[in-house]
């Protein structure tokens, strides 16, 4: 048996998870109240407290951490890498604390999981960061030269169940043709060939599909105007299109559970949006088919908003013709996390090195 411990910090909590080989032995979780957390400037200041907390959290649920052959992390907001497990190095630690690619509490990952696999005198990794990019050239043309697209996406989640997939279906990872639509706090859809996901939304900084908490791709010269404006600032205009967009903009809450409930109580505001959120899922999809050139194997649906099954048979309806839509609902982080280690320590593949930037 090989023991992994897996962490996937959070905006107020750390997840923490204890696994011998894929069985999970422990599950926990630490909170952070926001005023516990104010008082820090910057979100890797946070280090400190939750490696103090998490090792608290293991002595008082007393895990068994003596056996332990790796601890893996979250990966945060990376350079553009390609996916994969990665070892932790300083290059990758100095870039997740200096921030180059933006602040996100997912950057305490590879810091965390690097002080206790120093603690213990194990190899620290993190797996298939956010910023994972295997973008085909054609992807990353947009209309202006100075404005790139980016692939910026759920990589852990979609890589995961892209794998998941594979394994049920009898065949490798690298063999199939899949769209894969993780529907969470933010929404991305991606067009993942024979391994690769050679394109997909950014699905933090404004494109694709409205969600719970991102206004997804917006008409582009009412979005400057408004910026213009002088009613918001820039941090402001940030936070509309991730944060304060999507449904908390349209019904007043990120939660899709209270939009549905409004929705079947005959609210016609709440179940318009709901049907638009389906539509363009569907339409991101549908372009992802244009990518593949319409050799799609499957479309697989994840992530929290997959629970709702009135959401996913309106999504299903548009896209079936495609190709056989599979769901996996929710997202089991940790496991992905577990899995990505085990696959080094196993010696299916090498861990990668995080290097200089491209």
């Known amino acids: 048996m090989t023991r992994v411990l897996c962490l996937n910090p959070g905006s107020t909590s750390t997840k923490v998870g204890l696994f011998d080989d894929l069985t999970e032995l422990y599950a ?20 400190d407290l939750r490696y103090r907390t998490v090792l608290g959290l293991l002595d008082e649920a007393d895990v068994p951490t003596g056996d332990l052959a790796a601890v893996v992390g ?37 810091v965390l999981a690097d002080r206790l ?3 213990w005198g194990v190899p620290a990794f993190i797996v298939d960061p956010v910023m994972v990019d295997e973008l085909d050239p054609l992807a990353r ?11 910026i996406f759920h990589a852990l989640n979609a890589k995961a169940v892209g794998r998941r997939y594979a394994r049920e279906h009898h065949c490798r990872y690298d063999e199939v043709n899949l769209i894969v639509a993780h529907l969470g706090g933010g929404i991305s859809v991606g067009a993942h060939h024979q391994g690769w996901v050679v394109d997909v939304n950014n699905a933090l900084n404004g494109d694709g599909p409205f969600a719970p908490e991102r206004a997804g791709g917006l008409p582009t010269a009412a979005w400057a105007q408004l910026c213009l ?25 990120n939660d899709a559970r209270v939009a549905r409930a409004r929705a079947d109580a005959g609210d016609a505001t709440a179940l318009l949006v709901l049907d638009a ?21 499957a479309v697989v649906l994840t992530g929290g908003l997959a629970h709702d099954e009135q959401l996913v048979a309106a ?39 995080y290097g200089p930037p491209r």
Do not use: W
């Not at 043309?141 to 692939?151: Q, T």
């Not at 404006?229 to 809450?253: D, H, K, N």
């Open 141 to 151: 043309l947009s209309g202006h030269p100075e404005i790139e697209r980016r692939s």
């Open 117 to 119: 696999g120093r603690l």
């Open 28 to 47: 926990g979780v630490v909170h952070h109240p926001p005023e516990e957390l104010a008082g820090f400037a910057r979100v890797i200041d946070q280090a």
């Open 277 to 297: 959120l389906a539509y363009q899922v569907a339409k991101e999809i549908g372009s992802c088919a244009a990518v593949l050139r319409g050799a799609v194997d």
């Open 315 to 353: 999504i299903t309806e548009r896209v079936r013709f495609v190709a056989p839509v599979v769901v996996y609902p929710g997202e089991d982080e940790l496991l992905a996390l577990a899995e990505g280690a085990l696959r080094v320590l196993r010696g299916q593949e090498k861990a990668r090195r």
């Open 74 to 110: 979250r990966g945060g907001l990376t350079r553009p890498i390609r996916s994969g497990t990665y070892a932790v190095n300083e290059r990758l630690l100095a870039d997740v604390t200096t921030s180059p690619m933006g602040e996100h509490a997912s950057n305490l990952g590879a």
């Open 229 to 253: 404006s002088g009613r918001y600032s820039p941090e402001e205009c940030r936070r509309l299109l991730a944060g304060r967009g999507g449904l908390v903009s349209l019904l007043g809450t």
